[in-house]
């Protein structure tokens, strides 16, 4: 038995290195998380394929769009690190993975619809734009006036606020359950995610936004989820349950190991919200919720019962 579970465990570490990797063997610490070439080609992994989906294969399916809360604990894997220098930059939270893929052109599809659409593409600077901020303070206005034009001296009175892994409060998602009649079961299909934070007019120091529409989470921008698979299948996540062995943010989002509620689903009132139709009534719409929940989970079940 002993034989046994050590060669289960030579192979477990095997198939997966970690972000600690050679953590026993350093001598050093600059040796921590040098890969040798056995555990570079095993790194070295393209994201599960779907398979394709013959649309007479698909008895039923409903598209919904959801929020992930990142204040839930169960959510904190996409959230944390705050500032990836902390770790040596050795793990990254999901913001700063999907930002660097899109300065190296390895995402594409990017979006800035609010609904999830994918209609309107975004390019890079438009990114930028909207995770940065320009806002003059008093006293430059005072200087203007005063006749200073000197771009040294009034730079000073200017206030550049840029987003960060740590003002995003919440992804929302968008994706279809679907009955596969072929293979007798239901799945979800991941289409689009969007990182969540306030305005960033909230960080002018002159801005007159009143308290509700500060605490406003809204989209920066949507990326079609397909195509940003493989980025997010090399980025590590850091596994609560056992350090040893993480996953990454492709598995976890589609594996759907996280928290989140539904605050829309397709229907024929142009894909209306919840709090369009229960208003100001949060344990309404958190029981609205739910009901979607059930319906899908109902579907399943009934195909089975009936």
Known sequence: MNKFLFFFFLILSNSFVSGQANLLNARVPQDVGELNEKQVEANDEEPLSYGFIDDRDVLWSKTIWEIIDLDERVNFPLYYPEDPANLGEERKSLFDVIMTGIKDGEIKEIYTDDGGYFKEKMTYQEVLDATRGEFFLEAYTDLYNDGERDPEVLKEYIVYPELSSKDILEYRVKGT??????????????????????????????????AEEKDETYPLFWLWYPDARAVLNKAKVFNTRNSSQPITFDHIL?????????????????????????????????????????????????????
């Open 177 to 210: 359950w679907y009955f596969d009649k072929r293979q007798g079961e239901m799945k979800y299909r991941l289409l689009g995610i969007a990182p969540c934070a306030r305005d960033v007019a909230v960080y002018d120091p002159q801005s007159t936004l009143d």
């Open 254 to 306: 589609n594996s759907r190991r996280f928290n989140a509620i539904i605050y829309k689903e397709e229907n024929v009132y142009e894909d209306r919200e919840i709090t369009n139709y229960i208003q100001k009534d949060a344990l309404q719409q958190l029981l609205e919720s739910e009901r979607i929940k059930n319906v899908i989970r109902d579907f399943e079940q009934d195909m089975w019962n009936n």
